[in-house]
């Protein structure tokens, strides 16, 4: 990881512009802007009837909690060497191992498991890891950190090689069953950031237990942090963005679908020209992703894997069981995206949901005195549309000398607050009063910053390339998991198609296949088509009012990971472990003692917090309140 200089800049960017600059990504991440931040669980309000179907828990008992079995479990690894996801199967095993990679000092391990090593991959699986301390001076938390090598192309793996982080914060006991590995999302989060965050949800917070039993290690995927990284940047570009001369870079691109592939094309070069390792551009795809944690598995003396995964770290776990079926130990995939959907499918999930809240919200407002959309839901979208439509060649004014706000920056305020809670839509009301009647955009710019945090954002170089990392990332990573598709009319035809079907949000759904098209490192296979049985069962987190990764999806993923149990939350947000409390208590009962949700379980909202409640210890900003780092819906 580059220790950059870090300094205040003359000029910042406000949250709610920094969004917008970084585009709509369709996953998201867990990871706030500060590792010390909390945030109040969300506020509920009036709740939309979602039909539960209890028969996409897959192999579960109706009505009854269930155990999972051992975490060492006689089965064996499956693990492919080549990027085109077959598997090398492999005889059974017996073997046990506590997993224990020691809680002080170094530690060195050589990945003893007896789980069956990829033919070819022997070198890698038995290399020696050591853990060596790594306390965070701030808090005085005791981590560990250590450096993992592996194939660049799994295909090829006998040639370079590369490297991916690991941070560890170890277990409160001297004797721990094994470790759990985290990913926030993205893709393009960094988990080494995650488990900083989320410490205190470990140490004194809903995941005790979790810490209690096993070591928790966040790793920085392939390409991000201080894992072998991707550059696209050079450090004048760091310093023109935060000085304010340059914008962030956006996968938003206005005009046709060749100026989208133009400049996918001109990121890609700059990537290709500042990368230290320019050939991770065509090796940061999921499937490699998910053997770099099996190495992992390995090395930390694991037969199984325990995950906890986030949003786009739900895909990475589903591929992982897909690849790895027979190592897959206590894994929860927590706002699930559906497997099947294409990269571009998704964005349009995300555009057709926020739509949709935008007509629930627009309802539940009619008849109220000052509401300034008025007549039927129809009338009251094009109104809104067209309005916003005119924003570009007439912005909104802003006081204090505030960035104006066009159609891009409007359309971003008004999504972060229709997605939130009914209980914050009156802030919109309020916002979109006065921008409609006043030209002023104000109140909505500054009702929407209170929601996602209302920090300027990034304060230091450092903050500045975990930005641009994460969107170009993002980029490396749907380029390759999915192939190249269409051609510049049909993905011109898709332009004119959203502005029809998403009137109001179309300007935050890009065209990424022109992009991938422009980007060019795209996949030579088929996507991963995750349709498996798990060896144990594989609890899946579902939320009613998922702004980012829809709730349909979960009960998708549900569906393709037959041994696997859906927990549904009744709440609004995205990512439901650490910011629902019930939500948490069965995460933590899952992975210490095997127990699954009753068949049809579904955790209420907290209750509201009144006046002076604190937010429990270690509850980081939930996911999608802050840039987003990959699929932000996305």
């Known amino acids: 990881m580059r220790h950059l200089r870090t300094s205040s800049p003359p000029q910042t960017t406000s949250r709610l512009t920094l969004l917008t600059l970084l585009g709509a990504l369709t996953a998201c991440s867990m990871l706030g802007t500060s590792a010390t931040a909390v945030a109040t669980p969300p506020a509920q309000g009036a709740q939309h009837a979602v039909v539960l179907d209890n028969s996409t828990n897959a192999g579960s008992a109706a009505g009854t909690s269930q155990t999972t079995g051992s975490n060492s479990s006689s089965g064996s690894s499956n693990g492919s060497g080549g990027s085109s996801g077959s598997s090398n199967g492999s005889s059974g095993s017996s073997g046990s191992s506590n997993g224990s990679s020691g809680s002080s000092g170094s530690h060195g391990s050589n990945g003893s498991t007896g789980a069956t090593i990829p033919k070819g991959l022997?070198?890698?699986?038995?290399?020696?890891?050591?853990?060596?301390?790594?306390?965070?001076?701030?808090?005085?938390?005791?981590?560990?950190?250590?450096?993992?090598?592996?194939?660049?192309?799994?295909?090829?793996?006998?040639?370079?090689?590369?490297t991916v982080a690991l941070k560890k914060l170890p277990s409160t006991s001297p004797s721990p069953r094994g470790s759990v590995f985290l990913n926030p999302g993205g893709p393009g989060g960094s988990g080494i950031s995650l488990i900083n965050i989320h410490a205190g949800l470990y140490k004194t917070g809903g995941l005790s237990g979790v810490l209690a039993n096993y070591d928790v290690i966040g790793f920085d995927p392939r390409g991000i942090g201080q894992s072998t990284p991707i550059t696209c940047w050079s450090p004048d570009d760091v310093q023109a963005i935060m000085a304010g001369r340059a914008e962030a870079p956006s996968q938003l691109t206005p005009g046709s679908a060749a100026d989208i592939v133009a400049k996918g094309s001109r990121e890609a070069t700059a990537c290709q020209k500042y990368t230290e390792v320019p050939e991770i551009l065509d090796h940061m795809d999921t499937r490699s992703v998910a053997r770099d944690m099996d190495v992992m598995r390995a090395l930390v003396g694991d037969q199984d894997l325990n995950f906890l995964g986030y949003s786009y770290g739900t895909y990475l776990g589903a591929v992982y069981t897909e690849l790895f079926p027979d190592n897959v130990g206590r894994v929860v995939l927590d706002s699930a995206m559906d497997p099947a959907l294409s990269r571009q499918q998704a964005f349009e999930g995300d555009a057709a949901a926020w739509e949709q809240t935008l007509r629930t919200y627009i309802e539940s407002q009619q008849g109220q005195d000052g509401f300034p959309l008025s007549g039927t839901t129809d009338e009251a979208v094009s109104r809104l549309a067209t309005f916003l439509n005119g924003l570009d060649a007439h912005p909104l004014t802003v006081a204090d000398g505030g960035k104006p706000l066009d159609r891009d920056t409007a359309t971003t305020a008004i999504r972060t607050l229709v997605v939130a809670s009914p209980d914050n839509w009156p802030l919109l009301t309020e916002g979109l009063t006065r921008a409609m009647n006043a030209h002023d955009g104000t109140t909505l710019m500054k009702n929407a910053e209170s929601l996602s945090g209302g920090e300027e954002s990034p304060g230091t170089e450092e903050q500045t390339v975990e930005l641009l990392q994460s969107v170009y990332a993002f980029s490396a990573n749907r380029c390759l998991d999915f192939p190249d598709t269409g051609n510049q009319a049909s993905w011109d035809a898709a332009l004119t198609s959203y502005r029809r079907d998403y009137p109001v949000f179309h300007p935050l759904l890009p065209q990424h296949d022109a992009y991938c098209h422009g980007w060019g490192h795209t996949s030579k296979t088929k996507p991963v088509d995750v349709d498996v049985d798990a060896t144990n069962p594989v609890l899946v987190v579902g939320i009613l009012h998922d702004p980012t990764t829809p709730y349909p999806w979960s009960k998708a993923l549900v569906s393709r990971l037959r041994n696997s149990h859906l927990l549904s939350v009744d709440m609004y947000g995205h990512g439901a472990t650490g910011p629902n409390s019930c939500t948490t208590a069965k995460v933590n009962d899952y992975f210490v003692k095997g127990a699954l949700p009753s068949d049809g379980e579904v955790c209420a909202a907290n209750p509201k917090p009144q006046a002076g409640q604190e937010t429990p210890a270690g509850v980081a900003h939930p996911a999608g309140r802050e840039r987003p780092s990959g699929f932000e819906a996305g």
């Open 122 to 162: 022997e070198s890698f699986y038995r290399q020696n890891l050591t853990w060596t301390d790594c306390p965070d001076g701030a808090t005085g938390t005791a981590f560990q950190c250590a450096t993992v090598t592996v194939p660049l192309d799994y295909d090829h793996p006998q040639g370079k090689t590369i």
